[in-house]
């Protein structure tokens, strides 16, 4: 269990929000991001896949915004598959103070998908997650998406690592937050001088 050892003192994240997927076109490569993948393929290998999609790319997707991995392994593959099922085994499990999803959590996680199956903070259990009606079935690679504190840093599996956490964007905030709060998020960004022009961009 080589995440597990990352630095188990550290307290247990709250669940990304599930909600509100997509807030702009970013076509940034997040920093918890990268250092998820960078940790991942260090204790389990697999090739370094993509992160970046371009916004006109199909469906919405937090690809759109760098806030998504795509790890590359094989379904069909059982050395591939078993690996994956470690790593999965390893996000979800509780830590020693039984703390459930923990890693899961730390990463900062929302989603995950993998040969057929979804696991979301949502649902908090695997769901089908089949093609059609999607698109893909996942069987040739995983999909991890982050809620935007683990993609940037965040939550406490990049402090563990070292990884310097980013600011929140004032338009993240704002996209994420809900009633009074994303008032008051609009408010702050006017009295500010953040130009409700700039939020509008950020949301196209
Ligand atoms: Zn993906």
Redesign the pocket.
Known sequence: MPLQRIDPSFPVDDYAVPEKARTGCVQTAQPGVLAFRDVVRAAYGGGVG?IV?PCTDGAE?E?FEGR???WPMSATDPAEASRVEALLAELLAPDARGQAHAMFRRAGLRYL?WNRRLWSVRNKNWVAYDSPPHPSPHTD?V???FGWPGALAQTSLYAALGVKAERTPVAVELAEATGPVAVAVVALAVMSGVGLGMLVAWRL
């Open positions: 993509g999609r997707s690809h998504a991995w795509d998908i690679h999909h991890f998406s």
